[in-house]
């Protein structure tokens, strides 16, 4: 089945440590995103990327990092730089071939749930 | 700016019984997309509903419409039959040409049995 795939669906971490969070898509999709939620709240960009090789910040992109070395992946690390980690984070993707009108469908991952003990 | 308002935090609908989500946006672009999506407890976010600028005719899905005025900016999400299951936060979206698709607050629906 294709879809988007996320791992852990839990995640625990102490202060100070790095964590990556996984994001993986076999819909052959171009684009993909990184969002965080905190509770009662709506999704903020994080980090995306249109292309391999290529990424950008999105609105709070402050104490986390990003790679996209494959189409299929785009995993987000977490840092000890991020003050206040502690949320849900989803990933997303979408084609791209809309773009210039804006049509593109996205579609998300189940999300990963992080806790900073 | 805020893009996507949804002025509604919280809605009750009894069972079997229609209910609309309002959302209004902001855009100086022709073209641009309007998605609606649900996020149950569990927390992902089901895409349930997309309409287009240009599209002549409001969307629907099944027991989901998009009640879709242009010229107000505004893409309602009309939920008819409520089920139980449709419990949820709801989202409204856009996404304009070139950009990042952009999220409302989102409202939570509760369905009474």
């Known amino acids: 089945d294709g879809g988007i795939t996320q791992s852990p669906k839990y995640l625990f971490r102490k202060e100070g440590q790095n964590v990556t969070l996984s994001c993986e898509q076999n819909?052959?999709?171009?684009?993909m995103y990184w969002y965080r939620q905190d509770p009662g709240q709506g999704l903020r960009l994080i980090y995306y990327?249109?292309?391999?090789?290529?990424?950008q910040k999105g609105d709070i992109a402050e104490g986390y990092s990003v790679s996209r070395e494959k189409k299929e992946s785009f995993p987000l690390t977490v840092t000890s730089a991020q003050k206040n980690p502690t949320a849900f984070y989803l990933c997303?993707?979408?084609?791209?071939?809309?773009?210039?009108?804006?049509?593109?469908?996205?579609?998300f991952g189940p999300g990963t749930r992080l806790t900073v003990l | 700016a805020q893009k996507i308002t949804q002025t509604q935090p919280g809605m009750f609908v009894q069972e079997k019984e229609a209910v609309t989500l309002d959302c209004t946006y902001d855009t100086s672009d022709q073209s641009y997309g309007l998605f609606w999506y649900k996020q149950p407890s569990s927390g992902e976010m089901i895409f349930l509903i997309y309409q287009g600028s240009y599209d002549e005719q409001n969307a629907t899905e099944g027991r989901y419409s998009l009640n879709f005025q242009k010229a107000r900016k505004s893409a309602n999400l009309v939920i008819s039959a409520s089920q139980l299951g449709d419990s949820a936060m709801y989202f409204c979206?856009?996404?304009?040409?070139?950009?990042?698709?952009?999220f409302g607050a989102g409202t939570r629906l509760t369905v009474k049995p």
């Open positions: 979206a856009m996404r304009e040409p070139g950009r990042d698709m952009r």
């Open positions: 990327s249109q292309i391999v090789n290529d990424f």
């Open positions: 819909l052959n999709h171009d684009a």
């Open positions: 997303a993707s979408r084609e791209t071939s809309g773009s210039l009108r804006g049509t593109d469908t996205q579609y």
